[in-house]
């Protein structure tokens, strides 16, 4: 019985939490053997002042400090195969991304241990500004004018085995 009422409660939660319609994650929740689909994907809308995103510049380590820890370095790594990393954040994966014009879109797992609960998600950040040094993205989720600065981490070079 459990099986079948957690899933009504998520999705009856979800709507009345989302009354305005609009979704900003993709995600699904995923308990023991049920998969419930929670809300829908938001689709990126090109806007009049979207810039120019040259994909080549887009791999690579982009951190930026974590908030209240100045020496502690979040972020992505982001591969030319279309897989991505998560940098020092435990609580999210990523596991790919992808570019449509300029937003990118960071797909992976979100969990929280205690709960044993893993969610897909999907990060939609639209990118501002994006040189070989810096990239400056609004994630969708956050307030109007707010800008997230990423910096490009130097390539640790790899040791060589004797």
């Known amino acids: 019985m459990t099986r079948t009422l957690l ?14 319609g609009d979704a900003h994650k993709d995600s699904v929740a995923v308990t023991d053997e049920d998969t419930v689909f929670i ?21 690579g380590r982009w951190v930026q400090p974590a908030e209240g820890v100045d020496t502690l370095m ?5 591969r030319k195969d279309g897989k991505a990393s998560s940098i020092h954040l435990e609580s999210l994966k990523y596991q790919s991304w992808r570019l449509l ?12 241990s205690r709960a044993d609960t893993v969610f897909l998600q999907t990060d939609t950040l639209l990118i501002r500004e994006l040189s070989d040094t810096a ?4 994630p969708v989720n956050a307030a109007d004018g707010h ?15 004797k």
């Open 74 to 78: 979040i972020g992505f790594h982001i």
């Open 39 to 59: 809300e829908r994907p938001v689709e990126p809308v090109a806007t009049l002042d979207s810039v120019h995103i040259d994909s080549t510049l887009l791999p």
């Open 147 to 161: 800008v997230e600065t990423f910096k490009r981490q130097a390539s640790t070079p790899s040791r060589k085995k």
């Open 7 to 20: 899933p009504a409660i998520l999705l009856l939660a979800v709507a009345c939490n989302n009354s305005s």
């Open 135 to 138: 990239l400056r993205v609004h």
């Open 101 to 112: 014009q300029d937003t990118l879109l960071l797909h992976g797992l979100a969990g929280y």
